[in-house]
């Protein structure tokens, strides 16, 4: 299965955006599911993961309180919602499947199916 980041775009500091990840090949509904991004010169940031059910779910401190990711099983969809935007929030945004239940959910080495991400820009 290949995972799929959409959303992204052009959004003023404060605004919102709500990104999406789907996948081709198969179904991401049976898969711990995480939101990294990655601005230029610095290395991919963790931002959120969410379980198979939704039901638990970890963020980094720096986007904690402003963003949310949830799932929709039935559509096969992940979503990251980004609320009060900063400037800093610029960076490609991608989405990644957990390659089994024991690894680090915070550690990009253990997710793979990264695919494309998508842009967000957040302009001042």
């Known amino acids: 299965v290949q995972l799929q980041a959409s959303g992204g775009g052009l959004v003023q500091v404060g605004g919102s955006l709500r990104l999406s990840c789907t996948a081709s090949?198969?179904?991401?509904?049976?898969?711990?599911i995480g939101w990294f991004r990655q601005a230029p010169r610095k290395e991919r940031e963790f931002l959120a993961g969410i379980g198979r059910r939704g039901a638990s779910t970890s963020y980094s401190g720096s986007v904690r309180d402003r963003f949310t990711v949830s799932r929709d099983n039935a559509k096969s969809t992940v979503y990251l919602q980004m609320n009060s935007l900063k400037p800093e929030d610029t960076a490609v945004y991608y989405c990644?499947?957990?390659?089994?239940?024991?690894?680090?959910?915070?550690?990009?080495?253990?997710?793979?199916?990264w695919g494309q991400g998508t842009l967000v820009t957040v302009s001042s």
């Open positions: 990644a499947k957990k390659k089994d239940a024991g690894g680090d959910n915070y550690d990009a080495r253990s997710y793979d199916s």
């Open positions: 090949g198969g179904t991401l509904s049976n898969y711990h």
